[in-house]
């Protein structure tokens, strides 16, 4: 019994863990892009992306031109955009649900877990992917 509540509470604590907001990291430059904010709703996560770090002379707010969904998000404003949807909880990972890049609009599997205080995000397009590392906002 004590087993069967230990396992739930750290399940638990997982998966409060990775909601909230995170700072997304650039894989060539390292430099900090964006804060993505992951939330439940009706037992599925999504994220969406809350403050953009521009480079100087970028858009401060630009469109999501390159996005897919003519009706959702396709020339949308990138603050407030949803680019994580339909995420499923499976042990103590995301998995199920797709993930947007929006700078070049297309749309890919994704996994999320906690690798000790980092969130590991995972694209996959066929057999082929991509991890990054963000960081919890404090």
């Known amino acids: 019994m004590l087993f069967v509540l230990l396992l739930v509470t750290t399940n638990c604590l997982s998966q409060n863990n990775i909601l909230g907001k995170w700072t997304t990291i650039d894989d060539a430059s390292g430099e900090v892009k964006s804060v993505v904010e992951i939330m439940e709703r009706e037992s599925k996560v999504f994220g969406k992306i809350v403050r953009l770090y521009p480079a100087p002379g970028e858009d401060p707010d630009p469109v999501c031109d390159q996005c897919p969904d ?69």
């Not at 955009?81 to 042990?91: K, P, R, Y």
């Not at 199920?96 to 297309?106: F, Q, T």
């Not at 996959?124 to 992917?129: I, K, L, Q, R, T």
């Open 70 to 138: 003519d009706d959702v998000r396709h020339n949308k404003k990138i603050i407030g955009l949803e680019i994580i949807q339909d995420m499923i909880w499976s042990d103590q990972e995301l998995t199920e649900g797709s993930i947007l890049d929006p700078e070049s609009g297309k749309i890919y599997q994704c996994k999320i877990w906690l690798e000790g205080t980092d969130l590991k995000v995972r694209g996959y397009w066929g057999p082929f992917f991509r991890t990054q590392t963000w960081k919890k906002v404090h």
